[in-house]
């Protein structure tokens, strides 16, 4: 049993050992990501891959593919049918490539794999790999799974942490791939950086190094591997064999040292090689002296049967006794030369024959052997052509003249057809290489007619006995000769003049074809185009399609002429058909367009023309109308929007600015209200324009940058802004009143907020508002800005109006009045001590300043513990706040 036999039944023996452990789940899960991922990185050679191993391979198609990419080979056709018939036939056809390989497919038959059997898929892909990826693995005298883990144990031999003894657990902790990388790709992993305690990490950097530089696909799961106490066998030495054929390139090299172990053995050989060229040189030369003296004997011989005799002894020579000594030369020649070459590549000298031994010497001997040769055929061949010449010549006339005839027979019948009258072009032209093929045949034939003829004439020279026969059959043959010339020069003639007719139809009809086929696109997108709808929104619009219309029907009389022209192709090939009589097959090969058709179409097109024109009018005219209506809306909107807007600019300025009293501003902004509410008729008329305009459907207007919408805003804002405007002057009125105010400190307080109005709003933010403060003599604090914010802006927006301005200036001088009073108070009750109790103060003191201070004084102990006791400082804080201290 040889290796190879050897290394098939070990494969069948792994493979019938672990069948059954396929039915573990986690070895399944590993084997299908594997397998598949094996699989895809040859299938992408050929532009496609599988996503379910069982399922993608059911139909036997990307099985063969796999097959011809992994092999390099062609597999029989496959069945595109997709019937389970179909299926089993494919997967057949695999599955009889793999066992012409040499693999034995036990328990795996076409049907399991149809059916989607995964655990015969499987199967029969591990099959695949073993035969096509691991077989062929040899290391040291050992192959497959035996050499591929050889391998691994000598890459990773001065890993520590390494010690491959198997292809499933000695592969957990990933130090294993990551020492087979680093053995041959160093720059790629930092190996010393690896933990034996770390197999996730390992594991994920070996596998995402190998797929990212090493172009070998990622088929496995660090996660699987880890998780399972003993990983699938097939499937880490799937993945270990993609490193082993990664990586073979560079093991080639320590091959090298192995060669010089042969040179020993081929200087033996070429020795020996020297020993036989001598000793065949000597027995060649030494034949060819021997045979020499024999052919040079030019004794002739008195008899026929004399002469035969020798001409079968120099047979016998030439079939039994030279072919020998042919090889013979020829190998001593291939010897040399093969001897001269190895010493070439191993730098020796050259190999030197005795004397008299050189291969010019024996090609000397051998062409003096061959001149005796020929001299001696000759000799022979002559005295027997001498009494056999006559003879020879009569069986050699009979032989030829009955060829010529039998060739003969049937041709002059063949030339008188009259078939191709009724054949097509096609036909023609296979007739016409018919004829040619024949031409070349009668042309041939020629040198055959000649040399019968000449045959003749030489046995009437030699006076043979049977001539006037003779001459009478070579007559013959020479007339019918000629007949035959003249019949198919007439064919020829006929077979032309007819391919030129149809030719000349063909070419029509494919003319007819280029032309018909544009127009008949042509009319039919104008058809679609005439009676295609349309929706426009501008009188522009419309004009753009109402020229575009009428443009189009400045090209329809030079579209009728093309039609004309189409039709006239049409009319020409008729005439010829009636003129020559052709007989015609079928229709126009080239398209199915006809005449009639092209003139129902041309028909359709004319009479759609005048119904796109009243449609255009009509739809003109409205379009026309709806121009009035953006016109006339836009005419109001232009001149009631920039309205709206003075008068709110008017409002504004009336609130800001300081023109007269309290009650003058009142007067003036009531008459701008009247004003107002009098301009609602003109906004009642815009609305009915904006009703007649959504009625048109009119949804732009470029005549206008106001919107119904915007009007309708603006006009609402101007009614809110004239109102509450109004009502601010009179909360002003009222707190002028109710505080005392004077009109020239109202208009300073004006003055003041308008100077810390930045942005002209009539409201000022936080920071304006605290810039005013300080500039009236605030010293502020965070905390006193604060509860003063929450004074003026008690909704929190971060905004001051001037009410609540005027209310805060207004409150803080009646509260600075009441503080002086209650200081002066808490002195006299004081006296020399720096503290009063609380009670004691709040019983002195009126209802109005007991209120005010029990509003500004929180909760307070003064020194030594004393409830209830003020002292100077803190109690000044309190009621003055942080702009005292």
Same mark, same amino acid.
């Given at each position: 049993m040889d290796e190879y036999e050897e290394e098939i039944v070990y494969m069948h023996q792994e493979d019938d050992w672990d069948r059954d452990l396929l039915l573990d789940p986690a070895w399944e899960k590993q084997q299908r990501k594997t397998f598949t991922a094996w699989c895809n990185s040859h299938l992408r050679k050929a532009g496609t891959q599988i996503e379910n191993i069982e399922e993608d391979f059911r139909d036997g198609l990307k099985l063969m593919l796999l097959l011809e990419v992994i092999s390099g080979e062609r597999l029989a056709k496959p069945e595109r049918g997709k019937m389970r018939v179909h299926k089993i036939s494919n997967v057949n056809k695999a599955l009889d490539f793999i066992a012409g390989k040499g693999v034995k497919l036990v328990s795996i038959g076409a049907e399991e794999i149809v059916d989607g059997n995964a655990k015969m898929t499987l199967g029969?892909?591990?099959?695949?790999?073993?035969?096509?990826?691991?077989?062929?693995?040899?290391?040291?005298?050992?192959?497959?799974?035996?050499?591929?883990?050889?391998?691994?144990?000598?890459?990773?031999?001065?890993?520590?942490?390494?010690?491959?003894?198997?292809?499933?657990?000695?592969?957990?902790?990933?130090?294993?791939?990551?020492?087979?990388?680093?053995?041959?790709?160093?720059?790629?992993?930092?190996?010393?950086?690896?933990?034996?305690?770390?197999?996730?990490?390992?594991?994920?950097?070996?596998?995402?190094?190998?797929?990212?530089?090493?172009?070998?696909?990622?088929?496995?799961?660090?996660?699987?591997?880890?998780?399972?106490?003993?990983?699938?066998?097939?499937?880490?030495?799937?993945?270990?064999?993609?490193?082993?054929?990664?990586?073979?390139?560079?093991?080639?090299?320590?091959?090298?040292?192995?060669?010089?172990?042969?040179?020993?053995?081929?200087?033996?050989?070429?020795?020996?090689?020297?020993?036989?060229?001598?000793?065949?040189?000597?027995?060649?030369?030494?034949?060819?002296?021997?045979?020499?003296?024999?052919?040079?004997?030019?004794?002739?011989?008195? /008899?026929?049967?004399?002469?035969?005799?020798?001409?079968?002894?120099?047979?016998?020579?030439?079939?039994?006794?030279?072919?020998?000594?042919?090889?013979?030369?020829?190998?001593?020649?291939?010897?040399f030369n093969t001897l001269q070459t190895k010493?070439?590549?191993?730098?020796?000298?050259?190999?030197?024959?005795?004397?008299?031994?050189?291969?010019?010497?024996?090609?000397?001997?051998?062409?003096?052997?061959?001149?005796?040769?020929?001299?001696?055929?000759?000799?022979?061949?002559?005295?027997?052509?001498?009494?056999?010449?006559?003879?020879?010549?009569?069986?050699?006339?009979?032989?030829?003249?009955?060829?010529?005839?039998?060739?003969?027979?049937?041709?002059?019948?063949?030339?008188?057809?009259?078939?191709?009258?009724?054949?097509?072009?096609?036909?023609?032209?296979?007739l016409l290489k018919k004829h040619e093929a024949f031409e070349s045949d009668l042309a041939a034939h020629q040198d055959r007619v000649e040399q019968i003829a000449a045959i003749a004439q030489e046995l009437n020279e030699l006076d043979y006995y049977d001539s006037p026969s003779v001459n009478a059959r070579c007559q013959r043959i020479c007339d019918q000769w000629d007949a035959l010339g003249n019949l198919t020069q007439k064919r020829s003639e006929a077979l032309q003049r007819t391919e030129k007719l149809l030719e000349t139809i063909d070419q029509l009809y494919l003319e007819f074809a280029k032309r018909a086929a544009p127009f008949n696109n042509w009319m039919e997108g104008a058809m679609e185009d005439l009676q295609d709808t349309f929706i426009v929104h501008t009188i522009e619009e419309i004009q753009g399609l109402s020229t575009a219309h009428e443009q189009f029907k400045a090209t329809l009389p030079e579209a009728d002429k093309e039609r004309q022209a189409i039709l006239g192709i049409h009319n020409e090939i008729a005439k010829i058909v009636q003129t020559y009589h052709v007989n015609i097959a079928g229709s126009n090969p080239y398209t199915t367009i006809n005449p009639q058709e092209v003139n129902a179409k041309w028909d359709k097109v004319r009479q759609l023309v005048p119904q796109r024109d009243q449609a255009l009018i009509e739809e003109h005219a409205r379009q026309q109308n709806n121009e009035r209506l953006r016109r006339q809306f836009a005419n109001q909107a232009n001149v009631i929007g920039p309205w709206i807007q003075t008068k709110m600019e008017e409002i504004g300025r009336i609130s800001i600015e300081m023109h007269g009293t309290l009650e003058d501003q009142l007067t003036h902004l009531r008459q701008y209200e009247k004003s107002i509410v009098n301009y609602k008729p003109k906004i009642d008329q815009l609305e009915g324009d904006h009703q007649l305009i959504q009625e048109a459907l009119i949804f732009d207007n470029k005549h206008t940058n106001y919107t119904m919408e915007h009007i309708r805003v603006g006009w609402e804002q101007l009614l809110t802004t004239i109102a509450r405007t109004i009502n601010e002057i009179e909360n002003q009125v009222l707190t002028r009143d109710a505080k005392g105010i004077s009109q020239e400190q109202l208009n300073e307080y004006r003055a003041s907020f308008n100077?810390?109005?930045?942005?002209? /709003?009539?409201?000022?933010?936080?920071?304006?508002?605290?810039?005013?403060?300080?500039?009236?003599?605030?010293?502020?604090?965070?905390?006193?800005?604060?509860?003063?914010?929450?004074?003026?802006?008690?909704?929190?927006?971060?905004?001051?109006t001037f009410q609540g301005f005027i209310d805060f200036m207004s409150r803080e001088t009646t509260d600075t009045d009441t503080a002086d009073q209650v200081m002066a108070s808490f002195k006299v009750l004081a006296g020399d001590k720096n503290y009063i109790l609380a009670d004691e103060l709040l019983r002195e003191l009126p209802p109005d300043q007991a209120e005010y201070c029990m509003a500004r004084m929180a909760p307070y102990t003064g020194p030594d513990g004393v409830p209830g006791a003020l002292d100077y400082m803190s109690f000044s804080t309190a009621l003055y706040g942080e702009s005292d201290l």
């Open positions: 029969m892909i591990w099959t695949i790999i073993l035969r096509f990826a691991i077989q062929d693995i040899s290391v040291e005298e050992t192959s497959a799974k035996e050499g591929l883990l050889l391998w691994c144990q000598r890459k990773t031999a001065p890993y520590k942490n390494v010690n491959i003894q198997n292809f499933h657990i000695s592969w957990k902790d990933g130090l294993g791939f990551c020492a087979l990388i680093h053995r041959h790709r160093p720059e790629l992993i930092d190996y010393a950086k690896l933990r034996k305690d770390d197999p996730m990490t390992n594991l994920n950097t070996a596998f995402d190094v190998a797929e990212k530089y090493l172009d070998i696909p990622k088929m496995l799961d660090a996660e699987d591997i880890i998780s399972t106490l003993r990983p699938d066998e097939k499937a880490v030495m799937t993945y270990v064999s993609c490193y082993y054929h990664a990586f073979s390139g560079k093991q080639k090299a320590e091959t090298a040292a192995n060669r010089i172990c042969k040179v020993l053995a081929v200087n033996q050989e070429n020795e020996q090689l020297m020993e036989d060229y001598e000793k065949l040189a000597s027995d060649l030369l030494e034949w060819i002296r021997r045979t020499i003296p024999w052919l040079e004997n030019r004794l002739p011989e008195n /008899t026929m049967q004399a002469m035969q005799q020798k001409l079968e002894d120099f047979r016998d020579y030439r079939r039994l006794h030279k072919p020998p000594k042919v090889q013979e030369k020829c190998q001593l020649e291939i010897n010493l070439r590549l191993s730098n020796r000298p050259a190999f030197m024959p005795s004397e008299g031994k050189m291969v010019s010497d024996i090609n000397n001997a051998w062409g003096n052997l061959e001149g005796a040769e020929k001299g001696y055929e000759e000799w022979l061949l002559n005295e027997i052509r001498r009494l056999e010449r006559l003879d020879h010549l009569a069986e050699k006339f009979r032989q030829k003249a009955a060829i010529h005839e039998a060739w003969t027979e049937g041709k002059e019948e063949m030339l008188q057809k009259h078939d191709f009258e009724t054949a097509s072009l096609s036909e023609i032209k296979a100077h810390f109005d930045r942005k002209k /709003t009539g409201i000022m933010d936080a920071e304006d508002f605290k810039t005013c403060l300080i500039s009236v003599g605030y010293n502020l604090g965070e905390n006193e800005f604060s509860r003063i914010m929450s004074i003026v802006d008690p909704n929190r927006m971060g905004i001051v």
